[in-house]
């Protein structure tokens, strides 16, 4: 973890994603006085758009994305295998690489919503808190959190196969949009395989929406399971 808060990839991702926040914020809506559990609303309101949407196979993978293909292009990779083993290195870069690709979105969002606390809280009406409205708005960025994680590891998925950069960073992105095209364009009722409603949940899922939690978690395993055997196929070749 220590290396990875080290990284400007990832605070130039998590820039980007309150840069994101900030674009698509409703600043119109801001009449004071304001309605009480308003800046939850606004503050959902600037997580659920297309700017987002389209920024996430972007800032998930840019911060260690195709971290194996920088330590293997030099002779750090050769060095570090040699006081750590090869499961734990495995064990670390798995884990390094999804939260390269969660953390820019959490960070981002908890910047917004403290920010939007502290500036429009005050300005509402006195009330009960909007709990309700919080965890809808928490559940939200945990969901692009996780499909950040699931890229950033489909991103060094692509880095342990080809030891290219531009396959770590290009190919994550180009099935990302794929995905979107074919849903829009296509086959309109594939919701399940549809990054927008990964966000926003809006068909069945289940009592509870708890179907959409089960895939993002199988997914993210899926897809560290996968990374990890091209790392220790790789690693074998060293």
Known sequence: MKELLKEKGLWTSSLL??????AGFPFHQIQAPLETGSFVKLYHTALNTQMVLFLI??????????VYVKESSTRFL???????SRME????????????GFLPF???????????????YPLEFQGDVP???????????????????????????????????YMAYGLPFVCYYMLIILKERYFTEMYAMYPAEWMKCEQDWGMGNFGIWVFLAAFSLAAMLLHGLLLYKRLQEI
């Open 106 to 120: 959490f960070i981002a969002g908890l910047a917004g919503f403290l920010l939007c606390f502290l500036l429009l």
């Open 17 to 22: 994603c309150f840069a994101a926040l900030l």
């Open 89 to 100: 290195y495995i064990q670390k870069k798995t884990l390094q690489v999804y939260a390269g």
């Open 131 to 165: 709990w309700k409205s919080f965890w809808e708005a928490l559940r939200f960025l945990l969901r692009i959190c996780l499909i950040g994680g699931i890229l950033a590891e489909i991103s060094g998925i692509f880095a342990a196969a080809f030891c290219n950069y």
């Open 57 to 66: 196979p972007i800032a998930s993978v840019l911060p260690v994305g195709a």
């Open 78 to 84: 050769r060095l570090y295998i040699t006081r750590i």
